[in-house]
């Protein structure tokens, strides 16, 4: 298990800071090396998600540049990017796309510009559900669409966790249960994504 904080200096808070201002309306994004629990340097990206002011995607240059940091004992400790105008929550489109689980996903939301907030969690996945039983949970929890063909139900960690049977996590964990309808396969398989907020100390 990765610990649960993430020590971030000053400095590279203000480049976060600096490059989502940079790129608003679109959503900056970009790649922290670290090592532990504490980021050394950043790694600005460019963000060539097909809408960059709903979405991002880091550019496959960076993403490549971020594998070979393994090669001096660093990690891709964090990914970064942006919300102009939500919360520094993670949305059901960052939870489909989250596919790096012992990297911590930091958001900066400009929602209030004069006041940007930063937080960070681990966007894990915790199962998968085909067949009889992801029809039974298309069938009984109320999915909305959040971009074309991809449906999310959201539930808060303060939230009842629903009667439905197999659901692998314990009260008090927030989490997605996200299906792709154009998946191919009848019924699309559900995927659950744990969403644990990670203790984030700016370090001065």
Known sequence: MKPSRLILPHTLHRAIVAHAR????????????????RALDILPARN???????????????????????????????????????????????????FYPDSVYLILSLQRPDA???RGFYLRPEALFQGETAAVFLRDIPFEQVR????????????????LEPLPLSAGIAFYLLFDENSGRQPPPVRLISVLPVALTIQL
């Open 48 to 98: 060539v998600a097909a809408d960059p002011r709903r979405d991002y995607q880091v550019d496959a240059q960076n993403l490549l540049r971020a594998l070979r940091w393994e090669d001096r004992g660093d990690e891709l400790i964090a990914i970064y990017h942006s919300h102009p105008s939500s919360p520094a929550y993670p949305s059901a489109v960052d939870a489909a796309n989250a």
């Open 22 to 37: 940079a790129e608003y309306p679109n959503e900056a994004c970009g790649l922290l090396r670290g090592r532990n629990d």
């Open 116 to 118: 940007p907030e930063l």
């Open 148 to 163: 074309p063909g991809l449906w999310a139900f959201h539930l808060a960690s303060d939230a009842a966790l629903p009667v």
